[in-house]
Nanobody
Framework: QIQVAESGGDSVEAGGSLTLSCHASGYSYLAWFRQTPGKKREAVATINAWGGCVHVRDSLKGRFIISQDSAKTTTYLQMNSLEPDDTGTYYC??????????????????WGQGTQVTVSS
């Protein structure tokens, strides 16, 4: 059984940094998504349980970094130079099926409850 839980959301000022954590077990492929006001849920970054299949949304490259701890039980989303447009709910999603660099939310079966990130100008 795959279990997923996010943490680390907070309120920060523009230009600041924040690192989100996703605690997941039993997965093979994992992704971070975000739901920002007025937009549909979009993929932020992907990774697999072996540290491969790493992908970051083109518009976020250079600011967002996805990584894992050595046990691969915690996946991090490091967010730098945050902007007000980054405000939203961030979700971690996982699955056991082959979903290398998959960015479609509908393909992931297991989701966390989400964690709120608010960036003020």
């Amino acid at each position: 059984q795959i279990q997923v839980a996010e943490s680390g959301g907070d309120s920060v000022e523009a230009g600041g940094s924040l690192t989100l954590s996703c605690h997941a077990s039993g997965y093979s492929y994992l992704a971070w998504f975000r739901q920002t006001p007025g937009k549909k849920r979009e993929a932020v970054a992907t990774i697999n349980a072996w540290g491969g299949c790493v992908h970051v949304r083109d518009s976020l490259k250079g600011r967002f970094i996805i990584s894992q701890d050595s046990a691969k039980t915690t996946t991090y989303l490091q967010m730098n130079s945050l902007e007000p447009d980054d405000t939203g709910t961030y979700y971690c999603a996982a699955d056991s099926r082959y979903l290398c660099t998959e960015t479609s939310a509908s393909r992931y079966r297991y989701w966390g409850q989400g964690t709120q990130v608010t960036v003020s100008s």
